[in-house]
């Protein structure tokens, strides 16, 4: 807590109020979902943790509004603002997602993550095959080119990647699908920064996305579904070697 006060007073300084609050919910935000805060534990008094934080209460109280709106907490009447139950988290909010791999996830949490992407992601690229127009086929074309001529490695193969699934998504034509975007975004972003991190060279993925654009450009949604399942199924044994690592 002190190291957080710390760094929130250093942060204030000259800071506008958006950086402040936002910085404070992340801190908050990654000790409740590490397990530092438990569900049902109450954050204490608003006046004494905006003392105690070294920050404004309007900070704190917006703060806290960015955490309720994701799921993390809820203030009741005469019992203070309490830690939900993990269930009521909305663990694909991108921010949710960060603060997960701010610290060490938990195995489990990242072989979730996996298994919603194989039960997804195959299926879009399948949509994407039969619907996807010529301009995200040559959006999806120069992503692929901008990762191969980077790396993963690099902050521009990484933001090429999402665009490279974000665009996949788009061309599924699903709206309702489209809006996991984001999402499936952020996911793809930080378990490649999670195996990069813990000293895992990740398998080549370029080979593994070329089959997917092919399949896709060839319009066959069958070949679509099975090259996608093979990259995050690639995706997955790295990411499984970083718990070895």
């Known amino acids: 807590m002190d190291e957080m006060m710390a760094g929130l007073a ?8 958006g950086r402040l609050h936002g910085a404070l919910a992340r801190q908050l935000g990654i000790d409740i979902v590490t397990g530092r805060y438990q569900p049902g534990d109450v ?4 006046i004494v943790n905006a003392e105690r934080m070294k920050v404004s209460r309007s900070a704190y109280r917006e703060a806290l509004r960015i955490l309720a709106a994701k799921g993390l907490v809820e203030s009741r009447p005469k019992s203070g603002t309490q830690v ?3 269930s009521r988290w909305n663990l694909l909010d991108p921010d949710v997602l960060a603060w997960h791999f701010a610290a060490e996830p938990g195995k489990d949490f990242i072989y979730s993550l ?3 992407r194989l039960i997804v992601e195959p299926g879009i690229a399948a949509l994407a095959a039969e619907r996807r127009t010529e301009k995200q086929l040559a959006r999806m074309t120069a992503a692929l080119d901008t990762m191969d001529r980077h790396t993963l490695a690099a902050e521009e193969g990484q933001a ?3 665009d490279f699934h974000d665009t996949l998504l788009e061309a599924s034509g699903n709206p309702l699908i489209g809006s996991l975007a984001v999402s499936i975004g952020a996911a793809v972003r930080w378990s490649t920064i999670h195996k990069l991190r813990e ?4 398998h080549e993925p370029i080979p593994l996305h070329r089959h997917v654009l092919e399949a896709v450009a060839a319009r066959d949604a069958q070949a679509a579904r099975d090259a996608m399942r093979r990259l995050i199924d690639e995706a997955l044994r790295d990411t499984a070697q970083s718990f070895k690592a």
């Open 199 to 202: 000293g895992v060279v990740p």
């Open 84 to 86: 939900c139950a993990r």
């Open 114 to 116: 996996f298994e919603l």
């Open 160 to 162: 090429a990647d999402a």
């Open 10 to 17: 250093r942060l204030g300084r000259g800071s506008p109020i």
């Open 43 to 46: 954050l204490g008094n608003e």
